[in-house]
């Protein structure tokens, strides 16, 4: 069983977090109204049985994104595959579901305003504790490669896999 979620937007601009500053020139945040670099999504995965994630980070969240992102997903599992996930539009598109259909993929849609039963949720805000609170990235590849590198050292100690954020 794979849940499936995406996690954004994610955006090139300063986020705030605890940290000391000294007391009489506090370190100031840049203006952040522009965002001439665009978003970036992640679609991400949680195998419930390996307790493993992985994601994509994409410009876009539409259907041909989640498309592709099924089809990776495809090719890293084997035998029938049972999906969990929302009730978002681009989840819905017939040729997703078609492809999901021919493919040996079950899509277990969650009931609408019930995101919280999917256990990729809880995986989130640890992701963004340890990647996205106290940032200011230069670009979204530096961001991507950020929340990549978690990724890997959150795969390799699995004891944090249904962590509600608190360490």
């Known amino acids: 069983?794979?849940?499936?979620d995406e996690f954004g937007p994610l955006e090139l601009r300063p986020l705030h977090g605890a940290?000391?500053?000294p007391h009489r020139r506090p370190q100031r945040l840049r203006?952040?109204?522009k965002r001439?670099?665009?978003v970036r999504h992640l679609i991400a995965a949680y195998d419930v049985r390996t307790k493993q994630m992985w994601g994509q980070i994409k410009r876009r969240k539409r259907g041909q994104e989640f498309l592709a992102f099924l089809k990776a997903l495809r090719r890293r599992h084997r035998g029938r595959l049972w999906v969990i996930l929302d009730n978002f539009s681009p989840h819905l598109r017939e040729d997703v579901l078609r492809w999901a259909r021919r493919n040996n993929m079950r899509?277990?849609?969650l009931p609408t305003n019930a995101s919280w039963l999917n256990l990729i949720e809880c995986q989130f805000t640890p992701l963004k504790r340890a990647v996205l609170t106290c940032c200011d990235y230069p670009s979204h590849?530096?961001?991507g490669r950020a929340i990549h590198r978690y990724l890997r050292w959150r795969n390799k100690r699995k004891t944090i896999a249904l962590s509600s954020g608190r360490h």
């Open 107 to 109: 899509l277990c849609f």
């Open 141 to 143: 590849t530096a961001m």
């Open 19 to 21: 940290s000391y500053r």
């Open 1 to 4: 069983m794979i849940c499936v």
């Open 31 to 33: 203006a952040t109204y």
């Open 36 to 38: 001439p670099h665009g």
